[in-house]
């Protein structure tokens, strides 16, 4: 669990009320397929959406990247996620760390 504290490790933020974050179950990996199931999804996410699985949570999406769904299980290849240009770095940080005026 990437959790510091009262802080996300990934992003170095501090943790919303319900004590998780998006980042909350993520495991680092060499592999290139990302396997999602509904134990990978940050607790409440499934009801918050008024769905059952995660197929159905990608399914809700506009924006999800492109994935399979085998066994219940979602598939996601690793570059195909999107990563933002301050990805680890407190949002105070931001506009140094790009460049903004």
Aim: charged share 20%; with cysteine; proline share 7%.
């Amino acid at each position: 669990m990437h959790r510091r504290g009262d802080l996300c490790a990934l992003t170095m933020m501090a943790l919303p009320r319900a004590r998780t974050c998006c980042h909350w179950n993520v495991a680092l990996t060499p592999d290139e397929v990302l396997e999602l199931t509904n134990l990978d999804v940050a607790p409440g996410t499934l009801e918050t959406y008024a769905v059952e699985t995660v197929a159905e949570l990608f399914e809700t999406s506009p924006t999800a990247p492109p994935y399979e769904v085998q066994e219940g299980r979602v598939l996601v290849r690793l570059d195909e996620l999107a990563v933002p240009w301050v990805y680890g770095i407190g949002m105070s940080a931001w506009e140094q760390e790009i460049g903004s005026d």
